[in-house]
């Protein structure tokens, strides 16, 4: 029986170390991809910097003063997917019908 209750202990063990190590890699993954994430935001803030000479505003607003887009979606044509930019209609609200569908579409950091 002892050597059972061992060789039981030494499998819990092994396991635990296995799990971790997974959870571990797991962490790391998510680090990368958010990483990655916050590089692309940084290299699209400094795009549009670049080329409008300030920094985007927190929103776009009509004639009347009503916000239509936040700041997110005017960075879009600076993010991995410009052609994205051209979809929305900018004269009509975020939640507008037309822009439902690609609202859908657009990348999660975004």
Sequence with gaps: ???LIVGVGLLAI????????????????RYIIS????????????????????L???????DHGKP??????LLLSYVEDPALFELFKL???WDAPVNIAVRNSS????
């Design 14 to 29: 092994f396991l635990v170390f296995l799990v971790q190590k997974a959870m571990e890699a797991r962490a790391v993954a």
């Design 91 to 93: 004269s009509h609200a």
């Design 56 to 62: 985007p505003p927190a929103c776009s607003v009509d």
């Design 107 to 110: 990348p999660r950091y975004i």
């Design 35 to 54: 990483r990655s994430r916050l590089d692309q935001m940084n290299l699209a803030l400094n795009n549009y910097k670049d080329a409008h000479g300030s």
């Design 68 to 73: 239509l887009h936040s700041w997110r979606t």
């Design 1 to 3: 029986w002892a050597i």
